[in-house]
């Protein structure tokens, strides 16, 4: 029964997946836009924060969460990626964005 438990976990925990994007993620994802901007002004990038409907949500399991957010740009061919973690206390940090064509990419 331990290794069975063992082998679903093994599945589920360290590998992302790809998350529905409901009223509640999309709410969470509403939220990131100041600490984006905050973090490229640290990082000392300047950029445009798109401002059309997300695209694709991906989360990985760890001590939180991890997550991979994709948002395209209404006139280019590229979107931006943002990487962020989800404490268990719900605190959001940013910790990368890339212009990306997958989200796969960041």
């Not at 957010?69 to 910790?95: A, H, M, R, T």
Request: with cysteine.
């Amino acid at each position: 029964m331990l290794a069975y438990i063992i082998f679903i976990l093994s599945f589920t925990i360290g590998s992302y997946k790809k998350e529905v994007l409901d009223e509640d993620l999309n709410e969470k994802i509403g939220r990131i836009e100041p600490l984006v901007h905050k973090y490229w002004e640290e990082e000392g990038y300047n950029g445009i924060y798109p401002q059309e409907s997300n695209d694709e949500l991906w989360s990985q399991i760890v001590n939180g969460k991890n997550y991979i957010f994709k948002k395209s740009f209404s006139d280019e061919p590229l979107s931006l990626c943002i990487k962020f973690y989800e404490s268990l206390d719900g605190n959001i940090s940013i910790l990368d964005t890339k212009m990306c064509e997958t989200i796969f990419d960041i």
